[in-house]
């Protein structure tokens, strides 16, 4: 029996831009959702997506490293640029550079736990200090025309979980959507993600703006329940969409009342080479080979007796290896 047809609610909106009725979001992850690996997500049916985070202070620099990622193809609208930084001035700055680049949205990254960027007083550090964290995003709204959304944490650690009280703040000075990671910063990555405290937000009447939750959905059964369960306006995933795009399609036909089938080896196959070439165009030969082998462990994992097949690709240098080495891996893992 096919699962019901889901009850949708309303269309999902960000300031002006329309969304869907129950938007599946892609998280900005660096080093993972770059260009390349954004259309084929877009394409499989997410509904918003963001750049990887962006340094403010590499921006203003005109650091290469930091430039680069402000560039997306048309098709991945609506998308947004990710910024992030302690100086307001560097962020202010950072914001209209972004904003020249005509994304559909500026988010502020508030949830980094890595050391080297909160010890600077970015990322998560923002969640201790809610003054700061006020003045900073009103200053990036005040910088830019476009909606400004922010992705953040519960909290710095678990005596301090204050989502709560900050997304009524940003909402109170007029961030326009807010992006939840049910982890506190102490907690980095470990533990399960709380999505209690994620619908603790959601359930405040007081809060009118999209909250989009985020943490541990590694499958499209999951994203449907945080959505029924915990009442998010959306669902945003990370890990689970890395070498699965197929995510996204596969919660959009659950939400259709339909059932969906895993990808077999020939449309990983087809999909692997779709992010090669995408990313070929954008980086050339030599890094999209570097750079798309951390990807092959994603793409095939599941697959009976991948690992030799595994150790051929990443040592492969140049797209006619990597492309029959792969062809030639779908014959024999069929
Ligand atoms: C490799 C990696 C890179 C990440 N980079 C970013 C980033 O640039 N900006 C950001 O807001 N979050 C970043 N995150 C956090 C994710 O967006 C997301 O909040 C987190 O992984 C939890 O969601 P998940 O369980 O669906 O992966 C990153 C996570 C990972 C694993």
Redesign the pocket.
């Known amino acids: 029996m096919p699962p019901p047809k889901f009850k949708t609610t309303e269309l999902i909106k960000i300031g002006n831009i329309e969304l869907a009725d129950f938007p599946v979001i892609l ?7 770059d260009t390349a690996f954004r259309l084929i997500c877009k394409e499989f049916g997410a509904n918003l997506m ?5 340094s403010s202070e590499g921006l203003i620099r005109d650091a290469f490293k930091s430039t680069r990622k402000l560039d997306f193809d048309e098709a991945e609208r609506p998308i947004g640029i ?1 910024i ?1 930084g302690h100086q307001k001035d560097s962020m202010i700055a950072a914001a209209k550079l972004s904003s020249a680049a005509n994304p559909d949205l500026i ?1 502020i ?1 508030y ?2 736990p890595v050391k080297k960027v909160v010890s600077k007083g970015a ?1 998560a550090a923002f969640l201790r200090d809610i003054p700061r964290m006020v003045e900073m995003t009103r200053a990036v709204i005040k910088a830019v025309d476009l909606p400004v959304t922010i ?1 953040t ?1 519960l909290g710095w650690d678990d005596d301090s979980k204050n989502i709560v009280e900050v997304a009524k703040r940003m909402q109170d000075i007029g961030v326009k959507a807010i ?1 939840i ?3 506190t910063r102490s907690q980095l ?1 470990k533990g399960e ?1 709380d999505w209690d405290t994620i619908a603790e937000v959601k359930a405040n009447s007081e809060i009118e703006i999209p909250i989009f939750g ?5 499958n499209a059964e999951q994203a449907i329940e945080k959505f029924k369960i915990y009442g998010v306006d959306g669902v ?7 070498g699965n795009p197929w995510i996204f399609s596969q919660i959009k036909a659950l939400m259709r009342g339909e059932t969906y089938n895993y990808p077999d080896i020939n449309e990983r196959v087809r999909v692997c080479k779709i992010h090669y070439n995408n990313s070929i165009k954008i980086k050339g030969e030599t890094r999209t080979t570097n750079e798309i082998r951390k990807h092959y462990g994603n793409y095939f994992k599941g697959i009976a007796n991948f690992k030799p097949w595994k150790m051929k690709l990443i040592t492969a240098e140049n797209t006619e290896e990597v492309f029959n080495i792969l062809d030639l891996m779908a014959l024999e893992l069929q």
């Open positions: 998280a900005p992850m660096e080093d993972v959702t963001y750049t990887e985070f962006i990710q992030f988010d990254n949830g980094c990322g992705k944490r992006a990671h049910g982890r990555y993600a985020n943490g541990d959905v590694i945003m995933i990370g890990r689970g969409a890395m």
